[in-house]
């Protein structure tokens, strides 16, 4: 690898090479040849590995609270995405928007439109997640993420003032584009501002932004499940407005992208949105770094490594883009729709149904506990053993609440109900702790730096369409006037997710403790995933 080194990127002056500076550093250092920037990218990626973690929060405070701000913007798709599926049980909301089905059943929204306004979401989300990958690429996070939340507000205006259902099902569609954009660009922007003992906390907070908005979406229903008006709907719609103020101002000071502007061979720019990232007085080694991303760079080039979401399938990429879909697809085959939320056993053991919204808010509290939680083990264990022994644990309760499901009685025994719904919230504790928070750190470390936003969007693209189809096929199986699997279903998930953990098993590498420049070459040497944690790359590095 020392002295594999390809020709400079295209669009830097062979003056620069010409006039190249010896090892000292000036103030055009970056521009240096093949040899002399070897040397520093050894020496940065030396530092990324001797950097403890207090060092790193203390030196790059900075970038962590961009970070946070960046991807607070997700909290906004977590509270918004629970809103309308929330409302199907609101009088107001069924009267405004639903069809008198007679004195029995009174106001009600069609099955029709309640899968219709919630899986146009998850076509939206798609859309703005793709778009994402193509304009970030080209303006940058920052451009890209004032545009989204200009067009959230706009948007918010079409579902708080819908006069029918059509309208409401367009703005639904139309908010759910930013929301794809928002949920993309968090984990990239984690990855390119933080150094290495910062990218897997940071890229995790994601999962936490994605509680808190349920959290406090529960909590805000919850206090206008009993208001009869208009506004039980109207003001949850109506508090979306209130992030964007925030986030627009914190965004418009937000320091582009390092790794953006490297690509783009905005050298000085990357310099000093480096220094802005980072603390001046802990006399940062700036133009190290720099090379070190011009090296990483510079060797994805010479891999013949595109920027299209095409050459996320070619070559190396293509290894690369499969755990991010699967990765991020295992958000679903874990049994998240079935098991997410222990409401319906609570329900069926007899509980009132507003003292069972309650205990579900709970179950919010330990999703964010739990990511809380991962962060103390995240770079004690690893991301592989973290994410094989969640779903362990998952396979575990699922297959646990599918053969109480099958003891005779069982649909009269309340105490049988209730460990169903205690080994939900086992479920999710093991979740939250775990497969949640670690994958958006998996799937943000594991592809090329010059893909890394399209192969983020890619996966989280396979995540939601893994979403529709289960929430297709999860109220059919427990719908008694269905399939009426029941506890049963919980036989299904459970099969999807043992296939889940058989694949990552032989699948999932570990990436905790490597450089994008180290994953870059051990996916180039074709390393199996198991070794990847032991592989020593300084062997044959000549």
Not at 46 to 75: C, D, P
Not at 394 to 409: E, S, T
Not at 420 to 427: F, M
């Amino acid at each position: 690898m020392a002295n594999d080194i390809p020709q400079p990127v295209a669009g830097m002056p062979d003056s620069t090479i010409e006039k190249a500076p010896q090892v000292q550093h000036t103030e055009h250092s970056i521009n240096m040849p093949g040899k002399m920037l070897d040397d520093e990218a050894k020496q940065a990626t030396a530092t990324e590995h001797n950097m403890k973690l207090w060092q790193g929060i203390k030196t790059y405070r900075k970038a962590v609270f961009w970070s946070v701000i960046v991807s607070a913007s997700i909290i906004m798709e977590g509270y918004d995405t629970t809103l309308i599926g929330s409302f199907f049980a609101y009088p107001a909301f069924k009267k405004k928007y639903g069809t008198y089905s007679g004195e029995k059943y009174g106001y009600q929204l069609s099955a029709p439109w309640q899968t219709g306004l919630q899986d146009i979401q998850a076509v939206g989300n798609i859309i703005g997640a793709l778009a994402n990958g193509y304009f970030t690429h080209k303006y940058g996070h920052r451009i890209v993420m004032l545009v989204s939340l200009v067009l959230m507000t706009a948007f918010i205006f079409v579902t708080f003032f819908a006069p029918n259902v059509e309208t409401l099902l367009v703005g639904a569609f139309l908010c759910s584009i930013p929301w794809g954009t928002f949920a993309t660009m968090g984990p990239a922007y984690a990855m390119e501002v933080c150094p290495l003992v910062l990218r897997g906390y940071l890229a995790a907070f994601v999962n936490l932004c994605w509680a808190i908005g349920q959290l406090l979406s529960a909590a805000i229903l919850k206090a206008l499940v009993n208001n009869k008006t208009q506004w039980s709907y109207r003001i949850p719609f109506a508090l979306q407005w209130i992030w964007v103020v925030p986030l627009f101002t914190a965004a418009w000071f937000c320091p582009e992208s390092p790794w953006h502007l490297v690509r783009a061979n905005r050298l000085e720019e990357a310099e000093h949105s480096l220094k802005r990232l980072s603390q001046e007085s802990d006399n940062v080694d700036h133009k190290a770094t720099i090379a070190l991303m011009l090296h990483t760079t510079r060797l994805e080039e010479q891999e013949e490594l595109g920027t299209s979401y095409f050459d996320c399938f070619k070559g190396t990429n293509l290894r690369r883009t499969e755990i991010a879909c699967f990765a991020f697809l295992s958000q679903i085959t874990n049994g998240g729709a079935f098991a997410y939320s222990p409401t319906y056993f609570f329900e069926q053991a007899g509980i009132d149904a507003d003292v069972s919204y309650s205990i579900g808010l709970g179950g919010t509290g330990i999703a964010f506990c739990g990511t809380v939680i991962s962060w103390f083990i995240m770079n004690r264990v690893g991301r592989r053993p973290i994410f094989l022994t969640g779903f362990c644990a998952m396979v575990f309760c699922l297959f646990l609440i599918g053969i109480l499901a099958c003891v005779p009685g069982v649909d009269t025994s309340k105490a049988i109900k209730y460990v169903q719904a205690s080994l939900c919230l086992v479920w999710l504790g093991s979740y939250s702790m775990t497969v949640g928070p670690i994958v958006y750190t998996i799937v943000a470390e594991i592809g090329a730096t010059r893909l890394r936003t399209k192969t983020v969007v890619l996966g989280r693209s396979t995540y939601y369409v893994g979403n529709i189809i289960g929430g297709v096929l999860q109220p059919y199986m427990m719908n008694p006037t269905k399939w009426n699997f029941k506890g049963k279903t919980a036989f299904f998930w459970a099969s999807l997710a043992t296939i889940t953990t058989v694949w990552a098993w032989f699948r999932l590498p570990e990436t905790r403790d490597r450089t994008f420049e180290e994953l870059d070459v051990m996916f180039i040497r074709g390393i199996p995933a198991r070794k990847f944690a032991k592989a020593d790359l300084e062997t044959d590095d000549d």
